[in-house]
């Protein structure tokens, strides 16, 4: 029933790996958090909407929540932007059509607003897209140059999520990353013209494919003791 309820081509729709870390037959052997995108079972991580453990060493970070791990405090936003669904409530439900399986995935002004409530700083903040007018704090011709297709995005600023470009200016997160437009992209967003002053260093990385630059490992220290 699962992978019924994934917004994949019928092809992906196989069973993997994953249900041996479900079982307990595998544990991963780091910690590993996530946040949903686009292509998950949008029934089973409904049932965890403010977060949970989805296998043994695995946690889901919810639609819009915040962990500490080790001092480190890390925050997640699920799903992409659709600016027809961002003011509605989440009324999807199995069983899904074609039409609700995708909109389960969009992102809604709640989400929004429960993250604008952090108060305290992030040392990571992690989403599914990109927030809107990221690339311009980076390589934006190199972007272009591997991805013809989002010049037009780009030149008319509609890509990303208008959304959460505020809670980058808010939040102020140390680092950001992402994914979704499966490309390796990095950016640097300075957030007072002060040269010492807070910043935020961006990522999203590729599909995890071979010869794709899909993993980075970076060493992040908290920011408080």
């Not at 003011?87 to 039409?99: I, K, L, M, R, V």
């Not at 950016?187 to 040269?195: E, G, N, S, W, Y």
């Amino acid at each position: 029933q699962d992978l019924n309820c994934m917004a994949v081509p019928q092809k992906y729709r196989t069973m993997s790996s994953f249900y041996k870390y479900y079982s307990g037959e595998l544990v991963a052997p780091v910690l590993t958090l996530f946040v949903g995108g686009n292509h998950e079972a949008a029934n089973h991580l409904w049932e965890l909407y403010h977060g949970g453990w989805v296998a043994k060493n695995i946690y889901f970070l919810g639609y819009g929540g915040v962990v500490t791990v080790k001092g480190v405090r890390i925050g997640g936003l699920s799903g992409i932007f659709k600016g027809g669904d961002f003011s509605q409530g989440h009324w999807e439900h199995p069983p899904y059509t074609e039409g609700s399986m995708r909109s389960a995935y969009h992102i809604r002004e709640y989400q929004i607003w429960r993250m604008s409530q952090i108060t305290s700083g992030l040392d990571i903040l992690l989403t599914h897209d990109w927030p809107r007018g990221i690339y311009r704090h980076g390589d934006q011709a190199r972007l272009l140059r591997s991805k013809r297709f989002l010049e037009e995005e780009v030149r008319t600023n509609t890509l990303g999520n208008p959304h959460t470009t505020p809670l980058l200016a808010a939040l102020r997160p140390r680092y950001w990353f992402a994914a979704h437009l499966h490309c390796k992209f990095a950016a640097l967003v300075r957030h007072t013209t002060d040269p010492a002053g807070p910043v935020t260093r961006f990522l999203s990385l590729d599909k995890c494919l071979p010869n794709r630059d899909f993993l980075q490992v970076l060493t992040v220290t908290p920011s408080a003791p």
